[in-house]
């Protein structure tokens, strides 16, 4: 039994890269150490091991409502998709040629056209849109698709960019153009919302510039996140395709005139890469620390075994205490390992960023009372038994709140106004951050930005410069510029 | 207006072909007309709809809740495979090679090692289970994944055959041969009780022959449903693989001795089939019946409005009664089209397979009643308002009760009790049928049924036959013979 003891404690005591001096490192070892990915065999993608498949369920849940509730219906499309498809878009197929993965042979054969596994479905969906959109009564059609995408990126990373990843993929189709931007934004707010008050991840949100939108829309509305590093994450995308895929898909109805005319088109979407921001945004030095409402254990119970002895008792303490959190709807555990220190314990919890650790020992016991700890290290406190559950569930929703600001508090420390790029290319060198600056919308200027492998993540709806950052024309609003993910 | 409405009668009240005299025309037809599906331009891969996606959902959800009630965690494995990893275990190989889809380019070249998209990913994930299991402790590992699948049928079908198609998959390791196999048995019940309690379809288990098995299982047990045209469907099956697959990916773990032996390995999985098997099962002439629990929509209020009259009172009232059952948990819609007839809209939603029908009309309304219609056409019934979200209730469960009744009655009237296959092998060129009848395990004899399109379905645990449906040696076990999808 010891052996296996020193087995579990060297395991997970092993160190954790400084989250500080070396952010890369730490994200690279923790999302192992935590077990929420492992190394697949094929190149650029990961296994999601059941502690970070879970994470993706709780957002995928509380995300699904909240498309569901907006007038959604999900709906599945092929995987695969004719490569003349692709094609028929010009920009469309240029943004997304060199990422494709082309499946030349089934059954034995060689096929007669190549099949791409789909890297989004817009030309899937609105091909079928064509066949269901005849009258303006067949309007505002609203589908929903949960799917594996392959890209092949050059480049990859767990989680943020991966071959094969899980996104949600919204496509509708409306009458007229007012309604489309509607839809856009809605669910942009959708987006927002979810960051802000599920995952406690402040979010900017702004139109990309028209090098970084999407292949084919008119419209990329972003919403980006910042994390810890000075580097921005675009967390997902909400898209005004206009007419431009109705007009090559031929998709057509009869409006209330009898007229034949185009609809409007949306698509939006986002991906596992969430659950990389959560890892990153929130993470501390003893590792992960998990949002209350995407834990998959928001509170693990330790019972405080004593060698020799017999701790039935406060092994069943500890289970009723569990059942009872559990009628409330709390996701708990109870590690009632024999094998383990509390200590050994105390330390994988933390690491496995479990919001809640509640302690209880046969002294506890007899007083009637356990020890809360919370992840954030807000404070430590004895709390009667038979006020735990209601304990729990205000401190999980404090430590939710609490989050959000600490997470705020961060990204504003990096958040910089800068006039030029003179200046703050100088500064991009050596720390990165987020530049609020000037931009006359020339793509000339932009570019420019390159050579500090930065770029504008999105624009930004005030206006506190005058001039470019880059040349001496006005500048129309400000953006924001900064390294990305 | 008006042509709206003709426009409306004439799409859905297309007649169905005879479900008696052409079940095959009766399926491929209400399908679509349902909207269940819709064919997409890939060969053999279907569009799922918002009402069938919905089916699935509905399923998807009573069958996680089991695999998670049993401790099985959700992770999820890559879509593209190594070539060469499919080529480890040699009957694996043999068995899906010819159905395999091939990636040969990705990202702009040509890959080094063609990658096939998942036809099953037991190779993928006993490669992983190879990295996780080094001792006892860490055994028994229960996995699952949904995911999607891709075999390249030669004949497809929307659900029961398609090329890319929806399941989950169980993949487990365990430390006993015992143990495995209580695990195979285990789910195959939930299975079953799923089939039971949730589909309203009665299934048949029971272990495939030697040449039906699972390519590279020691063992498979199959659920066999009964549809009503005398074929059999192979619902889903569960396999134990024992330790082929360890020794092929060197799954090896330390035991309690300290000695190093390979764990027993099990598989099994259920797929987007189940949705054919219900439209099969229990659809009749007007089209689809749902089960309760699997209904997208389990009662659509019809407000009888008046041409020219003021019907906001009957509208709200009918929006107050959704309200009310919607709070009981019912899935409920309310048809206040004023577009459409009554007429037109019973007409529809029975064709859409709606348990409930609830009609309210101005007069109904005056005495705070409505009137609800089942679709199996078991009772008319006047319900006091206010005891409606008890009846509705009641009703449902008393639905999914009948419609397990009737489909197991469907069943036994195609059930035969046969000696010898010259006996029924004529029966089974004119009509087809579930014929049990004695084997002496011979493939030889196995093999005679390839003339009638006939397999074994599998083995029974009865024993009603002496001798052998082919030849004159002693059976060893009854089992049942039939056609199937």
Chains 1, 2 share one sequence.
Not at 374 to 382: N, Y
Request: net charge neutral; aromatic share 10%; proline share 5%.
């Amino acid at each position: 039994m010891v052996k296996n003891i020193l087995v579990y404690e060297k395991d997970h005591m092993k160190t954790l890269p400084n989250i500080t001096k070396n952010f890369q490192d730490w994200y690279n070892e923790i999302i192992y150490q935590a077990e929420l990915v492992d190394q697949s065999p094929v190149r650029g993608s990961v296994v999601i091991r059941p502690y970070g498949y879970a994470v993706w369920e709780l957002i995928k849940k509380d995300l699904n409502d909240r498309i569901v509730r907006t007038g959604h219906q999900n709906a599945s499309f092929p995987l695969l998709i004719p490569e003349s498809f692709l094609k028929r878009e010009a920009a469309h197929v240029e943004g997304f040629a060199p990422e494709l993965a082309v499946v030349t042979h089934a059954g034995g054969k060689k096929l007669e056209e190549p099949l791409i596994i789909r890297p989004t479905s817009e030309t899937m969906i609105h091909h079928m849109f064509a066949r269901w959109i005849k009258s303006w009564r067949d309007l505002p059609l609203k589908i929903n698709q949960w799917a594996n995408i392959v890209r092949w990126e050059k480049r990859t990373r767990p989680f943020l960019r991966t071959t094969e990843f899980f996104w949600q993929e919204g496509h509708t189709a409306h009458a007229t153009y007012d309604e489309a931007h509607e839809e856009v934004l809605t669910m942009l707010n959708e987006y927002v919302d979810l960051a802000h008050s599920v995952l406690a991840i402040p979010v900017l949100t702004g139109l990309k510039s028209e090098s970084e939108k999407f292949p084919g829309a008119e419209k990329t509305y972003t919403f980006e996140g910042f994390m810890p590093d000075g580097k921005a994450l675009q967390m997902g995308t909400s898209h005004l395709l206009s007419q431009n895929f109705a007009k090559v898909f031929d998709m057509k109805f009869q409006d209330r005139e009898e007229k034949l005319v185009y609809p409007y088109l949306t698509s939006w979407g986002t991906t596992t890469r969430l659950i990389g921001a959560v890892v990153m945004v929130h993470g501390d030095d003893k590792g992960l620390v998990f949002p209350p409402k995407v834990a998959p254990i928001q509170a693990v119970i330790v019972p405080i075994l004593k060698k020799n002895a017999d701790n039935q008792e406060v092994i069943q303490a500890a289970q009723a205490m569990a059942d009872q959190l559990k009628a409330d709807g709390i996701r708990v555990l109870v590690d009632a390992d024999d094998t383990k220190t509390p200590g050994a314990k105390f330390y994988h919890w933390e690491m496995k960023g479990v919001p809640l650790r509640i302690e209880i020992g046969p002294r506890d016991l007899k007083e009637s009372v356990a020890i809360v700890v919370d992840r954030l290290g807000l404070a430590k406190s004895t709390v009667p038994l038979d006020e735990m559950t209601q304990h729990v569930s205000q401190l999980l929703s404090t430590i939710q709140k609490t989050m959000l600001e600490r997470a705020t508090q961060k990204r504003d420390a990096l958040w910089f106004k800068e006039a030029k790029l003179s200046e703050f290319g100088k500064k991009l060198q050596s720390q990165n951050g987020f530049y609020q600056t000037g931009w006359c919308g020339d793509a000339a200027c932009e570019a420019q930005l390159k050579e500090y492998q930065a770029t504008i993540r999105c624009l930004l709806d005030e206006k506190l410069f005058d001039q470019c950052f880059a040349c001496t024309k006005p500048s129309k609003q400000d953006v924001l510029v900064a390294k990305a993910y």
